[in-house]
Nanobody, 118 residues
């Protein structure tokens, strides 16, 4: 059974950093293109970053986070990470992981809340 469990969110001041984790079960994150998404209040879920399957491992970032966020993966732990630096208040959202959008998504996890506020 597939399961995605996000963790690592919390309250952080503007300019601060967080590292999010996505622990996967039931499939290998190395075998697919994985992504982080976020959904802010009253907004649609948007793609933040993705990383291709381990035969490529190329990455993509939405323009607003380039240079500040880094997506990575540890295949042995079957976990995907998102390092977020220099966080901005407008990046307050629930952050989710799943396959990239050209795949049929697995069931969504609960996400992890990131709140950027003084």
């Amino acid at each position: 059974q597939v399961q995605l469990v996000e963790s690592g969110g919390g309250l952080v001041q503007p300019g601060g950093s967080l590292r999010l984790s996505c622990a996967a079960a039931g499939f290998a994150v190395s075998s697919v293109d994985m992504a982080w998404y976020r959904q802010a209040p009253e907004k649609e879920r948007e793609l933040v970053a993705n990383i291709r399957w381990s035969g490529s491992s190329s990455t993509y970032y939405t323009d607003s986070v380039k240079g500040r966020f880094t997506i990575s993966r540890t295949n042995a732990e079957n976990t995907v990470y998102l390092q977020m630096n220099s966080l901005k208040p407008e990046e307050t959202a629930v952050y989710y992981c799943n396959t990239d959008r050209h795949y049929e998504p697995y069931p969504w996890g609960q996400g992890t809340q990131v709140t950027v506020s003084s």
